[in-house]
């Protein structure tokens, strides 16, 4: 059936930035919730937040609250933060810790696992079993946390099955979080999502990023120098890592991303850093105590991807982990946090002035360039423009995905 959103879909053109209406209308913010946030798989948090049975914390997926719990039987559970009397939040707090979930306006009560328990003042006979909290679905691997607000998840597997043997030996089950940073940038979810698909900007923009890493060299850029020194660091420290039995990278069978045809939502490598360098830290220096099972520094950084909101690079000494939620059409709600082992302590083990900075400032420097985006999108000026075929190649993959996600008879 033909729909403005339909209309609005066939003027995009291939290799393009998207019209103005995808980065600003209302109502394609609420086409984004219903056919992306509401159906794959969100990245929620990190399981040492949940580390014992009540542990709990809160998000929010547009207007959907959401609390994530561990429960009595070490398993996560994730339910909508909705009382099933009137509709009261029940978590109130970001995180913390609860024998039960009670809701702060009648008092029911719900076990960890979301069952109905007690609705003190109710008539008899309620049927409690009917009554319990509105599942969401929950996965944890490796450490880490995704739920699903959809009825029917989309398959969960071929991601795990990526990403396990890779986190393993980050050892993100046995960490714990040093520091938590909260922004609230004015920009669409999708210019935040498509400005990490490319290290375009990042010569100019992130002069602690390329100091660290290779990708900002691309295809029209480098020179037999450059290339000569990039496959000598892989081919030394691939050897190096197969060695001590850390996994460098495996293939799916599915080598794009992301790609909404075939599933594709989600990808991870592990990646050599420059010469000289074994940590995203200010000086390339290890600025904690290793992680994992890692058995020196030198193992280059893991770095994972899932769409729409997760993102992570980590070291050997520390991961940090990006989620983004959306709060509106012009407004991302994003949170960093910073891990180290579980037996690192500040002041003795790490200093966060020396732990944070790498990130913290690659990372504000994209929120400024996201929101000028978006001011510039905004303007009645704007027209979509080409996407650089060197450049920003994942960029344009990324539309594809979103635009497929969004209906997939998309050509």
Request: negative net charge; glycine residues 8%; aromatic residues 10%.
């Amino acid at each position: 059936m033909e729909t403005p959103l339909n209309r609005l879909i066939a003027r995009c053109q291939p290799g393009w930035t998207l019209p103005q209406a995808f980065y600003s209308d209302p109502e394609i913010h609420q086409a984004d919730l219903n056919a992306i946030w509401r159906t794959g798989w969100v990245f929620a948090g990190h399981s040492c937040e949940v580390r014992r049975p009540g542990d709990f914390f809160t998000l929010d997926i547009g207007p959907d609250p959401v609390v994530v719990v561990r429960a009595e039987d070490g398993t996560v559970h994730a339910h909508h933060n909705v009382c099933r009397h009137r509709g009261s939040i029940l978590c109130t707090e970001e995180q913390g810790h609860a024998a039960r979930i009670v809701c702060p306006y009648h008092q029911w009560a719900y076990g960890l696992d979301g069952r109905l328990i007690a609705c003190r003042g109710m008539h008899e006979p309620l049927d409690k079993g009917t009554l319990g909290l509105h599942r969401v679905h929950a996965r944890e691997i490796g450490g880490l946390i995704f739920i699903s607000l959809a009825s029917a998840p989309i398959p969960f597997e071929s991601m795990a099955s990526l990403f396990e043997p890779l986190l393993r030996p980050q050892g993100f089950a046995r960490a714990r979080v040093a520091k938590v940073a909260d922004y609230r940038v004015r920009a669409n979810w999708k210019l935040v999502w498509e400005n990490n698909r490319e290290c375009y900007h990042c010569n100019l923009n992130h002069p602690q990023y390329i100091r660290a890493n290779f990708d900002h060299f691309n295809s029209d850029d480098t020179t037999p120098q450059i290339e000569a020194q990039m496959a000598d660091a892989a081919s030394r420290v691939e050897s190096k890592w197969a060695a001590a039995g850390i996994p460098t990278h495996r293939q799916t069978g599915m080598t794009t991303f992301p790609d909404a045809e075939r599933g594709i939502w989600f990808s991870a490598n592990r990646t050599p850093l420059i010469q000289g360098w074994v940590s995203e830290s200010m000086d390339g220096r290890q600025v904690a105590p290793l992680m994992g099972d890692y058995p020196d520094s030198d193992v280059g950084t893991l770095r994972m991807r899932t769409l729409p909101n997760f993102w992570n690079h980590s070291s050997c000494d520390h991961g940090v982990s990006t989620r983004l939620l959306p709060t509106g059409p012009q407004e991302t709600s994003i949170r960093v946090w910073w891990l180290v082992d579980e037996h690192a302590v500040e002041g003795r083990d790490y200093d966060l002035g020396r732990l944070t900075p790498f990130w913290q400032l690659t990372s504000e420097q994209d929120w400024l360039i996201c929101e000028r985006q978006q001011k510039g999108v905004n303007s009645s000026a704007y027209l979509p423009g080409p996407y650089s075929r060197h450049k920003e190649y994942n960029v344009d993959g990324f539309v594809r995905w979103y635009l497929k996600s969004l209906h997939p008879g998309t050509p």
